[in-house]
């Protein structure tokens, strides 16, 4: 009697426990849980494959090298010709006198191990080479490129606030992403997708913008636009600005970014603060180009271009350019996350609706209601009395898998579903397998309490057998398979182990119950 009583306040507090966790997702008002997730296909949302474009970021690397073999030769006084990438992923080197070869040899060598030799030919004493990446290093590049892409959309996403993203590497250089929930798309798209490489140039102020737009562009210098609103014309106005190609300070620097609202034009605007590192170099540029202008660049995307009035200590700037307050929230977001490694593409693009969703949601519940109450049915016409008992399991099976949903704050999708209703029918064959044995138990000639004691005892070796087996397979699929995947897997690996409850403890309770305290002198099978 005592052990009923222990197994009794066992399973209440497992009822209970299931019903707090689902009492959220009937009303959320009345409880600080969490609701149970819905997947991308029942509540809508945006569906994305990225590519990311990794020899972008072998050839970014190889002119940050470039730059940095040029300026050791500078610091080392050693004279040469020409250095500049070429070809994308070459760096072309020319250096005359023996001095100077022999020293460039030595540099290349201790600093710039990576590199290797593609071409190499000496001219009247000037070697002429070609540098390139080897071949491991331009893999490794390439997979942190697709990595680091990754950790830095998902930081995007997760200030964007999305609830349960899934996001994950797909083959070599792809990225998957489902946004369960998402009804701004090309806000959504335009968060993700940007480069967000935030870069500090000087404005070249010395020479004529007008006569590098004709193609009289001075050397070391590119043309970049700010673009403004013109709410007059309704329309976008392009202005030019001729900026210096060499990169003062980037966005690596910085710590923080946060959206101020502009108390004179009452207008939004980002501030940005460096670390401590950054805030000296920032410093040093502003005492050193005082009176001249500053160009904040974003994506080769002027914002603003001020004047240097005086040095700025602190680490702190500010980035205007007309915002709206969900341009700026952006804007910010994406420096905080972090500059892709390198440029991403969309190759795929797929938008559920909430309609669509809701019609998912419609029917697969229709399915649940369907086969549940055929089973139901079923159960009680065949073994009657004790189709009743399995019904009530059957019941409290539903009630534990969606509490584990809740719990586990798993997502539920169209194929969990199925796995809802595929369990429906185990939790149901288990109890099938028991009440054909206490019929042969009966046959016997055994009294109703050792039947029911012999059936339960025969049954549940064969019982866990196919559900532990059938549990391995939903961790498996858990473990490798992909969104949809998962979902079915979550909810069929929840189902057998409340099917292994409820058959084999809440069953033989309520059996024990009727045998025991109520007496019963037949069993309803």
């Not at 970021?57 to 004279?79: F, H, Q, Y």
């Not at 892409?149 to 606030?161: H, K, M, P, S, Y």
């Not at 390198?342 to 938008?351: D, F, N, Q, S, Y």
Request: glycine share 8%; hydrophobic share 45%.
């Amino acid at each position: 009697m005592k052990t009923v009583s222990t197994k009794l306040v066992i399973v209440i507090c497992i009822m209970l426990t299931a019903i707090v966790y689902i009492i959220p997702t009937i009303n959320h008002r009345w409880w600080p849980h969490s609701k149970i997730n819905l997947g991308l296909d029942l509540q809508g949302g945006m569906h994305l494959v990225l590519e990311v474009e990794t020899q972008k970021a072998v050839e970014d690397t190889v002119e940050r090298i470039t730059n940095e073999l040029g300026a050791d030769l500078r610091s080392d006084r050693i004279r040469y010709q020409k250095i500049a990438r070429v070809d994308g992923y070459y760096i072309f080197v020319k250096v005359g006198g023996k001095e100077n070869i022999e020293k460039f040899e030595n540099i290349l060598s201790k600093n710039f191990r990576n590199l290797k030799k593609s071409s190499e030919k000496m001219d009247n004493g000037v070697l002429t080479t070609r540098l390139m990446l080897h071949e491991n290093e331009s893999l490794r590049i390439k997979k942190m490129a697709v990595e680091q892409a990754l950790e830095t959309i998902r930081n995007r996403i997760d200030q964007f606030g999305v609830s349960e993203p899934d996001i994950r590497i797909q083959g070599e250089k792809r990225i998957l992403i489902q946004l369960p929930g998402i009804t701004d798309t090309d806000r959504a798209k335009s968060l993700i997708g940007r480069t967000a490489l935030l870069e500090f140039k000087l404005v070249d102020d010395t020479h004529s913008v007008k006569n590098a737009q004709k193609g009289d562009l001075p050397p070391g210098t590119q043309i970049l636009y700010e673009i403004k609103y013109d709410p007059l014309k309704n329309s976008e106005i392009k202005i030019p600005y001729l900026v210096k190609k060499r990169t003062l300070l980037t966005g690596a620097s910085l710590t923080d970014a946060r959206v101020q609202i502009d108390s004179q034009y009452n207008e939004p605007y980002v501030t940005i603060n460096f670390d401590r590192k950054g805030g000296r170099v920032f410093a040093r540029i502003t005492e050193e180009n005082i009176k001249k202008r500053l160009a904040i660049v974003l994506d080769n995307k002027i914002y603003s271009a001020p004047v240097i009035q005086d040095k700025i200590v602190g680490g702190s700037a500010r980035i205007t350019g007309n915002f709206t307050t969900a341009e700026a929230h952006d804007l910010s977001i994406v420096l905080r996350a972090g500059a892709l490694p390198a440029p991403v593409k969309i190759l795929e693009e797929r938008t559920v609706g909430p309609s669509l969703g809701n019609d998912s949601i419609n029917m697969g519940l229709m399915s649940v209601y369907a086969g549940g109450l055929l089973v139901i049915l079923f159960m009680v016409i065949y073994y009657k009395g004790a189709g009743l008992i399995a019904d009530f399991a059957l019941l409290v099976n539903i009630l534990l898998i969606a509490g584990g949903l809740a719990a586990f704050q798993a997502t539920l999708t169209l194929p969990g579903i199925a796995g809802i209703i595929l369990t429906i029918g185990m939790a149901v064959d288990a109890n099938v397998l028991i009440f054909e044995r206490i019929k042969e138990e009966q046959a016997l000639g055994k009294p109703p309490r050792a039947a029911v004691d012999s059936g339960f005892k025969r049954a549940t070796l064969t019982i866990l057998d196919a559900n532990v087996t059938t549990l391995i397979a939903a961790l498996v699929l858990f473990q490798f398979g992909t969104g949809p995947v998962k979902g079915f897997a979550s909810t069929l690996s929840l189902g057998v182990i409340a099917s292994l409850f409820t058959a084999l403890i809440l069953s033989k309770m309520i059996f024990d119950y009727f045998l025991i305290n109520r007496k019963i002198k037949k069993i309803s099978i």
